[in-house]
């Protein structure tokens, strides 16, 4: 949280005073995979797995190149595999990323542009279960783990300007965990998400 504050305020002062106030909101529908793994000082042996996301975003775009975004996304199988491959973690969540954003257009028409990202995401567990693999079933460790955690965002995305309104954007975004995912242990979840989206403005 420090970070991202300190983040923020770093980038009002450095903004340039002729910046002019935009007012502008976009919508977002987005979608993708991510590819998570979970480390620590209490799990060793695992490797990295693949889960899905959907959701939705909101841009407020406050000066010249300057936007604070906040999303709403379902996160599905996140977790890891065990080195064996036999058994493997799978926790789903809600996430709220709030970010600063800073974007800007590559070449003269300004169809295209690249934009820049951070700040924290906080993140809701829905589910856990912990696959034994084979004929074992499946075990539920949702009461094993944290009901929330925090992560940073730190992301580039790359946008083609489809019309007036549409605006098609891929997004590449790695999730530094913050806070543990099991009670009383040291095992955090990073991951990345690879995402794409199209946006809309709403007024």
Known sequence: ITF????????LCA????AQQTEKVRFALQGGVTSSNLTGDDITGTSSKTGFLAGVGFNYFFANNWSLGLEGNWLGGLGAKESD???ETKVSYFAFPLTLNFAFPLGDEEKVWLGLQSGITAMLRLTCDLDLGGVSGSVDCKDDT?????????GATIGFK????AVIYLRGRY???LSSVVQD????LNFWEFIRGVGFPTG
Do not use: H, I, R, W
């Open 4 to 11: 991202a504050a300190t983040l923020a305020f770093v980038a």
């Open 15 to 18: 903004m340039p005073a002729q």
């Open 85 to 87: 491959g036999e058994a």
């Open 146 to 154: 944290e009901s929330s955690n925090f992560a940073v965002p730190l």
């Open 162 to 165: 489809m019309s007036d309104a």
């Open 175 to 177: 999730q530094l965990g």
């Open 185 to 188: 242990e040291d095992v955090k």
